[in-house]
């Protein structure tokens, strides 16, 4: 799982909106994000200007990470490689094949020697790697959380990624119709009862955190330990994990909403790192699709047997709405 999948509590945090944008832009762009039904505050539960603009920044870092050109309504293809060479091009006859007319027939040959990848272009067909020119060699993957090569070829954008031990293509398209049909991120009205304090239970030093993903690979993240809130007249308890990449707490939780108006799998959010008497605050308004709500090019974990609350959070995401025909 690696960027833009997650979104963090600190928006700042690479984001491609300046954290000190002016007050009349941030609520400008709200008032684009209010033209979603329901992305408003509710009656009563009106935020102050503050918290407006505070909201419409997170969700500017947000759609940016769904439907900006390397966003997940972006992707168009995951090649999973086999040892030994692969062809690849837009013709039916290669063994990776990309989409027609957006690439070259024949775009080359990819080498697999365990974890390591080689690409060798087609004589006469232009390749770029991370925006310089490329002749043919080595490609850097996503293992270990490492910044992967980038290699551009006619439309498209090509990445290697590495999950427990599979490599694959990861096939971007700025024109792919999932993204220029892009329908927006429907959401539940902002309201102050989903901002609730949290106490952190620290887990043990170097525990960590299994997850199962929809590929069938596992991962295993650093576990910060189980946060523990009042909601809705009870106590609930939540795993989370240490986001390294994000500097914060991660979750993946479920609700009693899953298929009933919010993504079946459940969803992610972010919670600023514990005080020194491990507090911190779990705002529900920011709970987000998972990548795998947008595309089935995704890896996405699933979420903890433990982690799904007994009730309705209706606040955050709602399902998203695919464009006719995907």
Not at 63 to 86: F, I, N, R
Not at 166 to 189: E, I, K, N, Q, W
Not at 284 to 297: D, E, G, M, S, V
């Amino acid at each position: 799982m690696k960027p833009p999948s997650r979104i963090p509590s600190n928006v700042a945090a690479g984001s491609f909106v300046a954290a000190t944008w002016p007050l009349r832009a941030l609520l400008g762009l709200l008032g684009l994000l209010a033209m979603i039904p329901g992305c408003t505050s509710g009656p009563g539960m009106a935020a102050s200007e503050a918290e407006e603009a505070d909201w419409a920044r997170w969700r500017a870092v947000r759609l940016e990470s769904v439907a900006g050109t390397d966003g997940w309504a972006s992707l168009v293809g995951l090649h999973w490689l086999p040892e030994g060479a692969s062809t690849s091009g837009s013709r039916p006859d290669q063994a990776l094949v990309f989409p027609a007319g957006r690439a070259p027939g024949v775009v080359g040959v990819w080498h697999r020697r365990g974890g390591e990848v080689r690409f060798e272009p087609s004589p006469g067909v232009p390749v770029l790697r991370n925006g310089q020119p490329f002749d043919g060699g080595p490609v850097a993957t996503d293992a270990r959380g490492a910044r992967p090569d980038t290699l551009s070829v006619g439309g498209l954008r090509i990445s290697v990624i590495d999950r427990d031990g599979r490599l694959g293509l990861r096939v971007r398209d700025s024109l792919a119709p999932t993204r220029t049909g892009f329908t927006g991120l429907p959401c539940f009205g902002w309201s102050r009862r989903w901002v609730v304090p949290a106490r952190l239970e620290p887990a043990a030093p170097g525990a960590t955190l299994g997850l199962a993903t929809v590929i069938g690979t596992r991962e295993s993240l650093p576990l910060a330990g189980t946060l523990v809130f009042e909601l809705e007249g009870a106590t609930h308890r939540l795993q989370a994990a240490v986001d390294t990449e994000t500097d914060d707490l991660f979750v993946l939780f479920g609700d009693t909403t899953n298929g009933r108006g919010t993504y079946a799998a459940g969803r992610f959010l972010h919670a600023p790192k514990p005080d020194g008497s491990d507090w911190t605050t779990l705002d529900f308004n920011r709970a987000y699709n998972p990548p795998c709500a947008f595309t089935p090019f995704a890896t996405c974990p699933r979420t903890p047997p433990g982690n799904h609350l007994p009730l309705a959070v209706r606040a955050g995401e709602r399902r998203y709405r695919h464009p006719a025909g995907h």
